[in-house]
């Protein structure tokens, strides 16, 4: 059974490189703050009512984790296989679903919004992780995982290819930003916003793209590959103020299980160990300097000393 660390600093917060020291909290430690999930993922944090939310996938529905009350409790139990999950500029919940094979947004009163479910006359196939950028637009994922089977939406025909779309919430209008990524996945902007970086699952080694963002703000220039995982397995990541990438890792071996931590010129810098792989996670907490971490089966958390970057 999984247990905090009776010793600091904590072992668990591991430098592969001096950049990686000043992020580090000699008191903080790895904390485990709820369990019980089949396949966690989407971590969002609604610092407003000092909770997070998260999906649990092939159980269908979104969990929360209130910071008050240490209490988890179920927040939405039928989430259509909810996957990533962000909030826009006016502080609402969008959310990528599955068996929905959507984008939708939760209003403020609670009502569900239908975004995008279709592009060109054609069902999306599963989006996966979502981004809202400063100017209100959001930009998502849309590989197939979720109808590949039954465990985390159901089985269907592929129609449109794996591409990652911007959307306008306001006009509706959709566009493919690229079409090229094999199994694009979680999707980050750096803080500035003139790249995005993208995971692409299904490259072998899986790689982290990096794409320059035109002047225009809606279309892409392909830099390349980034980061190549080796034995890895980047999942959802964020990028915090310095630009550093801190990647939901694993899978191969229990040295990788956790978050790997590269700089913003694409070198591995640090590491979180944890006992599980580690999907996705997103920077909360009054200061958004608290590290959530969407692990398999469970939640865990550690104060880093950065920030993650606004709208991440």
């Not at 988890?72 to 826009?88: K, L, Y």
């Amino acid at each position: 059974m999984w247990q905090p660390t009776q010793r600091f600093p904590d072992p668990a917060f591991r430098v592969l490189a001096p950049a990686f020291e000043k992020y580090h909290l000699a008191s903080a430690f790895v904390e485990r703050l709820a369990t019980g999930s089949r396949w966690a993922e989407g971590p969002v944090w609604f610092g407003d009512g000092r909770y997070l939310l998260w999906s649990d996938v092939p159980n269908d529905r979104i969990m929360r984790w209130d910071e008050i009350t240490g209490q988890t409790s179920v927040w939405r139990p039928a989430s259509s296989h909810a996957n990533g999950n962000t909030r826009d500029r006016q502080g609402r919940l969008i959310t990528c679903e599955h068996l929905g094979r959507r984008v939708t947004r939760t209003e403020h009163d609670g009502c569900i919004t239908v975004l995008m479910d279709s592009f060109e006359g054609k069902r999306l196939n599963s989006p996966n992780d979502v981004v809202v950028k400063s100017d209100g637009s959001i930009w998502f994922t849309d590989p197939p995982f979720g109808i590949v089977g039954y465990y985390q939406g159901e089985k269907a025909e592929q129609e449109l290819p794996s591409n990652i779309y911007r959307l306008d919430p306001e006009t509706g209008v959709a566009m493919v930003v690229a079409g090229d990524v094999q199994g694009p996945n979680g999707l980050a902007f750096s803080p500035d916003e003139s790249l995005l970086y993208v995971i692409e699952s299904r490259a072998r080694p899986r790689q982290i793209r990096r794409f320059a963002v035109k002047a225009d703000g809606c279309t892409l220039e392909d830099t390349g590959p980034f980061i190549d995982a080796d034995e890895g397995t980047p999942d959802g990541f964020q990028v915090d103020v310095d630009g550093n990438l801190w990647c939901g890792w694993g899978m191969g071996t229990e040295e990788l299980d956790g978050v790997r931590v590269f700089d913003a010129d694409g070198q591995a810098i640090g590491h979180i160990a944890l006992p599980e792989r580690c999907a996705n996670l997103c920077f909360g907490g009054k200061h958004r300097n608290r590290l959530f971490m969407a692990s398999c089966t469970s939640i865990y958390s550690i104060y880093v000393n950065t920030q993650g970057a606004i709208g991440g």
